[in-house]
């Protein structure tokens, strides 16, 4: 029997995979609408995108990681992901994100860090953000067990590891290059492990919110016109490393970290980054994305209203059931989802 309490935990597990097998992808106008409604590559795409940020969100959770080892997990998962799928350090130039088209950047390793990084948030950290956003009461809980959690893990990192041993992509994967790279997976899970934080809930301020999307966009744009000019790997990192540092500082100082309002700065970001991917032939795989980021939007700001109007703060690991302003927030998305009307308040007899 399906409790309600573990209906919404599948509901939210499953707008993370949901939107981070679509957006990332649909965003980027890598894939068209076409080739996700085939089951094949909609299953492809499920397994290697949708599912690792559901894994990685629920291994966040469990180590109390929070934002900050969501987001390291996520550069595990872009090495993973660039370096074993796609092979990004061994042929730089000409990838797929349309970003690119700004510059025909020549480097190796360095590009992988950029790509790195935006798989990151692209991938992991955004659509994980928005679901938590949608379901703020569940984002410090659990939603998987142990052996959920290692089932899941597995067709990815299996697939990852066949297509770099394979011919695929122009180069053929060494076993001594695959240990290295999930050694470096590993130190940045380990790393992702051992930092603390649960997620914060604060409604904040919603203009910085609004602005962090596209500010995101115009720094990776950045980055992007100065790999252009082909520095050496080192220099760049740096620099680029700097500037990430840089962008996260600003962001804790914004209070953009907290949710929904990080939900708002990653519908955001997908909204400028869709324009601007499908800038040139504007088709109907723009307009489903711009539908479904609407659909998400109306759902965050219904939240985001509903939290400003508490004015309610701080972690909500115990807002399902707590007695308080989070029980009302509780008891109002339960009336919604349910399409209860408000409980009346019974008439004082004279």
């Known amino acids: 029997m399906i409790t309600p309490g573990r209906r919404e935990r599948l509901l939210a597990a499953l707008t993370v995979v949901a939107l981070a097998t679509l957006l990332p ?3 980027s106008a890598n894939t068209s609408v076409d080739v996700l409604l085939r089951p094949v590559p909609l299953l492809l795409f499920a397994v290697l995108y949708g599912v690792p940020a559901l894994v990685l969100r629920e291994v966040t959770v469990r180590t109390s990681s929070g934002l900050a080892g969501l987001f390291v997990g996520g550069l595990a998962y872009g090495v993973l992901n660039e370096a074993l799928l796609s092979k990004t350090s061994f042929r730089p130039g000409g ?5 690119t088209a700004l510059a025909r950047p020549e480097l190796g390793w360095g590009w992988l860090a950029f790509l790195a990084v935006w798989q990151a948030l692209a991938s992991i950290v955004f659509p994980v953000a928005i679901a938590h956003s949608l379901f703020p009461w569940q984002s410090n809980s659990a939603w998987l067990n142990r052996v959920q959690l290692t089932l899941l893990a597995l067709p990815a990192l299996g697939l990852a590891v066949l297509i770099f041993l394979s011919p695929q992509g122009g180069h053929d994967g060494t076993a001594v290059e ?10 940045l899970l380990v790393v992702a492990g051992r930092l603390r934080g649960p997620w914060a809930v604060h409604p904040g301020r919603l203009v910085p919110a609004l602005l962090g999307g596209p500010g995101l966009v115009v720094f990776l744009t950045a980055a992007v016109l100065l790999a252009g000019l082909r520095p050496p790997d080192p220099v760049f990192v740096l620099l680029f490393g700097a ?7 600003a962001f804790v100082r914004l209070g953009l970290g907290r949710l929904p309002g990080l939900g708002v700065v990653a519908l955001g970001w997908y909204v400028v980054t869709a324009l601007f991917a499908h800038r040139a032939a504007p088709d109907w795989s723009l307009a489903v994305t711009l539908l479904v980021l609407t659909l998400a939007g109306v759902g965050v700001g219904r939240v985001y209203r509903r939290l400003a109007a508490l004015g309610t703060s701080g972690s909500v690991a115990s807002w399902s059931g707590a007695s308080g302003p989070w029980s009302r927030v509780w008891s109002w998305w339960r009336r919604v989802a349910a399409r209860r009307p408000r409980p009346q308040a019974p008439a004082v007899r004279p």
């Open 95 to 99: 990838l797929p994100v349309e970003l």
């Open 243 to 249: 500037g990430v540092a840089a962008v996260g500082w």
């Open 178 to 187: 695959l240990a290295g790279w999930l050694g470096l997976v590993t130190v």
């Open 25 to 27: 992808e649909l965003t």
